[in-house]
């Protein structure tokens, strides 16, 4: 099962937009779900992380203030806010399941049922 990231888009610097993930088939409440991105020529790399209650999160210093994750386990979603988008904030964002019930286990590798992804590109 793979999970689908959706709601990216084109948008100036300073906008904002809300990416949408759900899976068919699983249930997203059982996991840990974590949003990624990959810019172009770069490392995949954790963006947002947030606990199956939704209790607690967890973001990147570099979009700390900026994205806020959360989840409606009641519609199986779970989204990122973004904020005050930069151009470095241009990439394909991800969102996975924790392969593990550990929050602190926040790897690339910790995580899987990737699927396609949704573009995002921040420019003027």
């Known amino acids: 099962v793979q999970l689908q990231a959706s709601g990216g888009g084109l948008v100036e610097p300073g906008g904002s937009l809300r990416l949408s993930c759900t899976a068919s088939?699983?249930?997203?409440?059982?996991?840990?779900i974590g949003w990624f991105r990959q810019a172009p020529g770069k490392e995949r790399e954790g963006v947002s992380w947030?606990?199956?209650?939704?209790?607690?999160?967890h973001s990147a210093d570099s979009v700390k203030a900026r994205f806020t994750i959360s989840r409606d386990n009641s519609k199986n979603m779970v989204y990122l806010q973004m904020n005050n988008l930069k151009p470095e904030d241009t990439g394909v964002y991800y969102c996975?399941?924790?392969?593990?019930?550990?929050?602190?286990?926040?790897?690339?590798?910790?995580?899987?049922?990737w699927g396609q992804g949704t573009l995002v590109t921040v420019s003027s």
């Open positions: 088939g699983l249930s997203l409440a059982d996991y840990i």
């Open positions: 947030i606990t199956p209650d939704g209790a607690l999160t």
């Open positions: 996975a399941r924790a392969l593990r019930r550990n929050f602190y286990s926040r790897g690339v590798a910790d995580f899987g049922s």
